[in-house]
């Protein structure tokens, strides 16, 4: 199996930033398809970031879009999402999910392993 381990989740102000790391462990999964997702209280869990094996590519929810940057390294089985301009509506639990095959998805339900979360705290 694979293990995805989230870190750097804390409390920020408004305008603030913040970087996330998931690092993996277990099965290669540098050829995976590496995403971020997040859940507030009593919401549905959402999409935020994608992105291929090879790094090449991305893909952010519109929420994201302009003021998050994902990126890997494959040599370190780590894949971060930088966080800008934070708003309180970016408060939630921020999860790390990688998913077999090629085919980028903004589908919760098709990812095949998921971190613990690390909460992020955005103060007005």
């Known amino acids: 199996q694979v293990q995805l381990v989230e870190s750097g989740g804390g409390l920020v102000q408004t305008g603030g930033s913040l970087r996330l790391s998931c690092a993996a462990s277990?099965?290669?999964?540098?050829?995976?398809?590496l995403a971020w997702f997040r859940q507030a209280p009593e919401k549905e869990r959402e999409f935020v970031a994608a992105?291929?094996?090879?790094?090449?590519?991305?893909l952010f929810a519109d929420s994201a879009k302009g003021r998050f940057t994902i990126s890997r390294d494959n040599a370190k089985n780590t894949v971060y999402l930088q966080m800008n301009s934070l708003k309180p509506v970016d408060t939630a639990v921020y999860y790390c999910a990688a998913k077999i095959g090629t085919v980028v998805s903004t589908t919760a339900s098709r990812y095949d392993y998921w971190g613990q979360g690390t909460q992020v705290t955005v103060s007005s």
């Open positions: 277990g099965r290669t999964v540098s050829r995976y398809r």
């Open positions: 992105i291929s094996w090879s790094g090449g590519s991305t």
